[in-house]
Structures are given as structure tokens and as C-alpha cells.
């Protein structure tokens, strides 16, 4: 299992940036995906979480309405629109396979490097 995590980087307050995940080693449309956080000092925290299919999704309450993940099974890569960045989303992010439990995600234990992203006020 592989996941190489890309488009991180430096982003002034209110900007956006598009995370991708791109999966391999596995049948990526047999899993959920997602991504999580972690600042520095705080523990690793779920972002937003997304079916196999694509057809439901989880989100923080923090990121919420500014947020998107998705996933292009044909590609074996997940998304993560982020919009609207605002100083406390600085963290680096880190792509995680693994299931749904009735609306609850458990990941499994198979992460990325991370990609850091950083806003600046």
C-alpha cells in the first residue's frame, strides 16, 4: 500500500488550495478514504472522510461548507478542495485508507508521508 500525498504549500488567509492523494498497492475502489491533520503539539485529527463510491462524505465541523473531498476511482487518487484557509488550518495533512461503520470512518493503519500546508494571516 502506497500513498503519496502532493499540493501542499504556502497560502495567504481566505486562499485555497487542492490536495491530492494518489493510492497504489491495492483496489482503491474497494476502500473509503480520507484525510487528517495534525499542528504541531495537537493530536492527528479527521478532516473529511469519503465512501468507495464517492457517494457519501463526512466533514469536521470546522471545515464544513469550505472544504471538499473527492476521489476519481478511475485515476486511484483522492481530493481535498480546501477554500476559505484560515490560520489554524496550518497542519500538515496525511491521506489514510479504510472503512465505514454505519457514518462512522475507521481508518486503517496505512498512512502517507504528509503534505504540510501552511496560512499565513
Known amino acids: 500500500v502506497q500513498l503519496v500525498e502532493s499540493g501542499g504549500g504556502l497560502v495567504q488567509s481566505g486562499g485555497s488550495l487542492r490536495l491530492s492523494c494518489a493510492a497504489s498497492?491495492?483496489?482503491?475502489?474497494?476502500?473509503?478514504m480520507s484525510w487528517f491533520r495534525q499542528a504541531p503539539g495537537k493530536p492527528r485529527e479527521l478532516v473529511a472522510a469519503i465512501t468507495n463510491s464517492g457517494g457519501s462524505t463526512n466533514y469536521a465541523d470546522s471545515v464544513k461548507g469550505r472544504f471538499t473531498i473527492s476521489r476519481d476511482n478511475a485515476k486511484n487518487t483522492v481530493y481535498l478542495q480546501m477554500n476559505s484557509l484560515k490560520p489554524e488550518d496550518t497542519a500538515v495533512y496525511y491521506c489514510?485508507?479504510?472503512?465505514?461503520?454505519?457514518?462512522?470512518?475507521?481508518?486503517?493503519?496505512?498512512w502517507g508521508q504528509g503534505t504540510q500546508v501552511t496560512v499565513s494571516s
Open positions: 498497492g491495492f483496489t482503491f475502489s474497494s476502500y473509503a
Open positions: 489514510n485508507r479504510g472503512n465505514f461503520r454505519g457514518s462512522f470512518y475507521f481508518p486503517n493503519d496505512y
